[in-house]
C-alpha cells in the first residue's frame, strides 16, 4: 500500500529516501505565508532546489522531518 512507503525523493523517476524539505511557493497563486513541499534525497537536492530557486519560488530548505 501507498501508505507503507517511506517518504520518497520528488525528483522524477527517483525512488531514494528523502532527506530534505524544499519549502516554496508561488507568489502569484499562493498567499506569501503559504508554503508547499518537495522531498529531496541528496542527489537532487541541488537541481530540484536550483529548478525553484530560478523561478523564485524556493523560501527554505530543511532537513526532511524538521518541518513544523
Not at 25 to 39: G, I, M
Amino acid at each position: 500500500m501507498i501508505e507503507d512507503l517511506p517518504p520518497q525523493c520528488s525528483a522524477k523517476g527517483c525512488r531514494a529516501g528523502a532527506v530534505w524539505a524544499l519549502r516554496w511557493n508561488n507568489p502569484k497563486l499562493h498567499a506569501p505565508d503559504y508554503r508547499k513541499t518537495w522531498l529531496a534525497c541528496e542527489e537532487h537536492r541541488e537541481s530540484l532546489g536550483g529548478f525553484l530557486e530560478a523561478r523564485g519560488f524556493l523560501r527554505e530548505v530543511t532537513p526532511f522531518g524538521a518541518i513544523s
